[in-house]
């Protein structure tokens, strides 16, 4: 009977019904787009900066992110081959070594990480083939060529076809220097990439650093961010006892996920004011209805009628109000995000420079439950919550006074 009661009176008045209902649905349409969007945004962040470098899971030695020292090896990569081959829910994975190295050419010399990748496997976790702009990508048949970044082709004054020194240490301490070709210049739009990052086959790297064999990192790609959990957890049971780890990408790239997390927390604030803005046109609402219906309840405590159970009719209207405008923002909120889900955002004048650097052209929302609850469920409890003030109101009154009021 309270809950039939609440839905007829808060019809009492259409038209300011009608005006909190759409805020309502407009914050939570607000919430839900703007929540997908932004999850979407992390997301094309962690697929272009993962693909690029690092991949979404490493194995490493288990000091080797803090120390990349080259004696910290992989000793036996064959095992952990067959392990990873055999591991559900990884899409592709490849092993790199990598070293630091004096790398020079006949005019300038400068300090690089030297990184080893196995070419053909490499395709399919990284988008660095992608990025040669100049010359081409490295073949596994064609020895002793490297890969450079645009920054340090410019240091360095050599372009296609010159030859670069590398001098270094080699894994048994020996003196590791050869003789380079350069055979393509990439851009990757990672400054520290580009300027300080030599690319050279697995193999070469394995004969002039001495790495018998041994490498430095098994890097792994995952079909979806969602993926990634499961599979740590997986190779993690599977290494307990090695000395061996597991590391994700927020662990391999601390500066992306902090940025990622200061982002979405500036974000919160700003829809939290937006929620208050809401919370406050429902509080007025209902502030001007118990004034108005102040006669009406002095006539219902008067014939028996409890203030407890005033107060659960009126925080019903208010339920009542806000679940329906929650609704229909949700609903609408999905439409809208699944639209640009399917279509993308395309930003004016972007396009080049985002493909240049592996970016999509467009950007795309990504409608999860998270992103489809956690906004419409604030604003329900908020305005919840703001609704109760004025119907603790209705405990204070006295049935005579209510009567006489005008």
């Known amino acids: 009977m309270d809950l039939t009661m609440a839905l007829r009176n808060i019809w009492r008045n259409p038209r300011r019904t009608i005006l909190t209902l759409s805020a309502i649905a407009f914050a939570c349409l607000l919430l839900v787009f703007m929540l997908s ?37 992989i000793d036996d990569p ?92 080699g894994r048994d301490g020996s003196v590791a220097a050869s003789v380079l070709t350069v055979r393509g210049i990439f851009e990757s739009g990672v400054e520290d990439m580009d300027r300080n990052v030599l690319l050279m086959t697995l193999s070469d790297f394995d004969g002039v650093f001495a790495m ?23 190779l993690s049971e599977k290494l307990a006892g090695a000395e ?53 309840f002095g006539v219902m405590m008067a014939l028996g009628t409890t203030p407890g159970r005033l107060m659960r009719l009126v925080m019903l209207e208010s339920a009542a109000i806000t679940v329906l405008g929650m609704v229909l923002g949700m609903i609408l909120g999905a439409l809208v995000t699944l639209y640009y889900q399917c279509y993308g955002i395309y930003i004016e004048g972007t396009a080049d420079i985002l493909k240049q650097y592996g970016i999509p052209e467009r950007l795309y929302p990504r409608l999860s439950l998270l992103s489809l609850l956690a906004g419409p469920a604030l604003v329900f409890v908020i305005t919840f919550l703001s609704s109760a003030v004025p119907a603790f109101r209705i405990r204070r009154m006295d049935p005579v006074t209510a009567m006489n009021h005008v």
């Open 244 to 296: 061996l780890a597991v590391y994700d990408w927020m662990e391999i790239l601390p500066g992306l996920y902090q940025s990622i997390q200061m982002d979405l927390a500036s974000g919160l604030i700003m829809y939290l004011i937006l929620i208050i803005v809401v919370a406050f046109s429902i509080l007025n609402t209902f502030l001007m209805s118990i004034f108005e219906r102040t006669r009406e």
């Open 78 to 169: 064959s095992a952990v081959a067959e392990m990873l081959d055999k591991t559900r829910g990884i899409g592709a994975w490849t092993f790199r070594s990598g070293g630091f190295a004096l790398v020079s050419s006949e005019k300038r010399t400068a300090g690089v990480l030297v990184s080893a990748i196995d070419p053909d496997k490499e395709r399919r976790v990284s988008t660095v083939a992608a990025l040669v702009r100049k010359g081409a990508y490295l073949d596994q048949n064609r020895p002793l060529e490297a890969l450079i970044g645009d920054r340090l082709a410019r240091n360095l004054g050599v372009t296609v076809g010159d030859e670069l020194t590398i001098l270094g240490q």
């Open 212 to 234: 018998d064999g041994t490498v430095h990192v098994a890097v792994i790609t995952v079909p979806s961010l969602a993926s990634v959990g499961p599979v740590k957890k997986e």
């Open 37 to 73: 969007f932004q999850f979407g945004c992390y997301e094309a962040m962690i697929n272009t900066s993962v693909s690029i470098s690092t991949g979404h899971l490493q194995i490493q030695a288990r000091n080797y992110l803090k120390d990349r020292d080259i004696r910290q090896t």
